[in-house]
Structure formats: structure tokens, C-alpha cells
């Protein structure tokens, strides 16, 4: 039986589909709800985001969604009959995945 990466390319993608569904809404009610009926301070929400375990929060949210988000997108790609160019595909969708994840890193250092 011959080896595949498959395991390794559907990992993310599960692991960023659990954690954007579990920490999305959380982040929405904050931003979207809770800062603008003043039931939590932008410094305060800052404060918590500007803490390490809030930067790792958001890099790990932010990274992992992108790589769902790449896999997602490249199967949607192919299935819509672009099988041909699977592996240029493949590599523009997790290129922009990792990119975004580097960003995301930097962003969350510089906080």
C-alpha cells in the first residue's frame, strides 16, 4: 500500500474548522456585541489581546483558519473541474495560507 500526505493536508483543515467554529463566535460577540453596548472597553479588550496568551489566541485562530480555508478552497477548485491544475492549485492556495500565517505572526508580535 503506497504512503499519501493526505493525512497531512486534512489535518489543518480539521483543526481549523474546529477552531473557527469553537473561537469565531467568541470573537464576533466581543468586537461586534460586547465593545459597542459597552459591556467590555476597547482598552480592555485591547489589554486582553495584547496579553501573550491572547496573541498566541489569535495567531493560532487566525493561522489555523487559513489553512482550513486553503484546503477548502483548493477542493472547491477542483471540483469544479479544475483537476488539471490541482498542483499549481495546491501550492497558490497553501503558499497564501503560510503567507497569511507569517503576517499573522508578525502582527501578533507587534502588539
Do not use: N
Not at 31 to 38: D, E, H, L, R, Y
Not at 64 to 78: G, P
Not at 87 to 100: E, K, R, S
Request: proline letters at 5%; hydrophobic letters at 60%.
Amino acid at each position: 500500500m503506497a504512503r499519501s500526505l493526505e493525512p497531512l493536508v486534512w489535518f489543518p483543515f480539521s483543526v481549523g474548522g474546529m477552531v473557527s467554529a469553537m473561537c469565531m463566535p467568541v470573537c464576533i460577540v466581543l468586537t461586534g456585541i460586547a465593545v459597542p453596548m459597552g459591556w467590555l472597553s476597547a482598552a480592555q479588550l485591547h489589554d486582553a489581546v495584547a496579553h501573550p496568551l491572547g496573541r498566541i489566541f489569535l495567531f493560532v485562530l487566525v493561522s489555523t483558519s487559513f489553512l482550513h480555508w486553503a484546503h477548502r478552497f483548493r477542493c472547491t477548485l477542483r471540483d469544479m473541474g479544475l483537476k488539471k491544475l490541482d498542483p499549481v492549485i495546491f501550492l497558490l492556495c497553501y503558499v497564501v495560507a503560510v503567507g497569511a500565517t507569517i503576517c499573522a505572526a508578525l502582527l501578533a508580535w507587534r502588539l
